[in-house]
C-alpha cells in the first residue's frame, strides 16, 4: 500500500520563478493538506484541498495557489518565488472529517525547495 | 490566533534515563497529535490524543492529554538512542479532525550512549 509521495524531492529555482509541487495521497483518503517546513521550524498549514476545492487556508499570500484533482493528487504552485520560500515543503493525506475514523494525517517524504 | 508551545526546545539525555517533553496551547481543542521526524525525513505520527485524560503508550514514549490545562506531555522512559529525533505536537483547533494542524516549535532529543 503506497503512502503518500511527492515529487520532486528537490528543486533548484531563483528569485521571480514560479514553481509546482506535487502530491498523490496514501491509498483510500481524499483529502489533501500542504504544510510549510523551513528549516529548525515546526510545519505551518498552507491550504487543504477536499473534492477539488480549497476548505482552509493558512496565513499565506495568494502567491500560493493549488489544485486537486478527480483522482484526489493534488498540486501546489508558487509564482514569483522569493528568497524566503525555500523550504521543505510536505503533503499530508487523509480521510474526510465525516469517515476519518479520528486517524492521524499521513506525511509525504516532502519536496526540498531551494531559492537562489 | 492559536500558539503551541513545547519545552525543551533541546534535550540531550543520557540512555537509560526518563524525561518529559511538555507541550502547551492557548485555545480550546480536544484533539492534540505527537509526530516524529528523523533528519531530512518526514512526520511520522506517534499518537492522536481525542479526549481529556487521554493516555496512550507505546514502547518507551507515553502520551498524555489535560485539556482543561491545555497540556499535553510525551514522557520518555529508559531512553535509547534510537529515540533521537525531534518530536512535535499539533492541534487540531476544528474539533473535527484531520484538518488545520498546527505545529509546536519542536523538541530536538538526542540520547547520548
Known amino acids: 500500500d503506497a503512502g503518500v509521495t511527492q515529487s520532486p524531492t528537490h528543486l533548484i529555482k531563483t528569485r521571480g520563478q514560479q514553481v509546482t509541487l506535487r502530491c498523490s495521497p496514501k491509498?483510500?483518503?481524499?483529502?489533501v493538506s500542504w504544510y510549510q517546513q523551513a528549516l529548525g521550524q515546526g510545519p505551518q498549514f498552507i491550504f487543504q484541498y477536499y473534492e477539488e476545492e480549497e476548505r482552509q487556508r493558512g496565513n499565506f499570500p495568494d502567491r500560493f495557489s493549488g489544485h486537486q484533482f478527480p483522482n484526489y493528487s493534488s498540486e501546489l504552485n508558487v509564482n514569483a518565488l522569493l528568497l524566503g520560500d525555500s523550504a521543505l515543503y510536505l503533503c499530508?493525506?487523509?480521510?474526510?472529517?465525516?469517515?476519518?475514523?479520528?486517524?492521524?494525517?499521513?506525511f509525504g517524504d516532502g519536496t526540498r525547495l531551494s531559492i537562489l | 490566533e492559536l500558539k503551541v508551545e513545547q519545552n525543551p526546545l533541546f534535550l540531550s539525555m543520557q540512555e537509560g534515563k526518563n524525561y518529559t517533553i511538555y507541550c502547551n496551547y492557548s485555545?480550546?481543542?480536544?484533539?492534540l497529535y505527537w509526530y516524529r521526524q528523523d533528519p531530512g525525513k518526514s512526520l511520522e505520527s506517534l499518537f492522536v490524543?481525542?479526549?481529556?485524560?487521554a493516555v496512550k503508550q507505546e514502547g518507551r514514549l507515553m502520551a498524555s492529554l489535560d485539556t482543561k490545562a491545555r497540556l499535553s506531555t510525551l514522557h520518555i522512559t529508559a531512553a535509547v538512542h534510537d529515540l533521537s529525533a525531534t518530536y512535535f505536537c499539533a492541534v487540531d483547533r476544528t474539533n473535527f479532525g484531520n484538518e488545520k494542524l498546527t505545529f509546536g516549535t519542536g523538541t530536538r532529543l538526542t540520547i547520548i550512549p
Open positions: 485555545t480550546t481543542s480536544d484533539r
Open positions: 490524543l481525542l479526549s481529556n485524560g
Open positions: 499530508a493525506s487523509s480521510r474526510d472529517r465525516g469517515r476519518n475514523g479520528n486517524q492521524p494525517q499521513h
Open positions: 491509498s483510500g483518503h481524499d483529502t
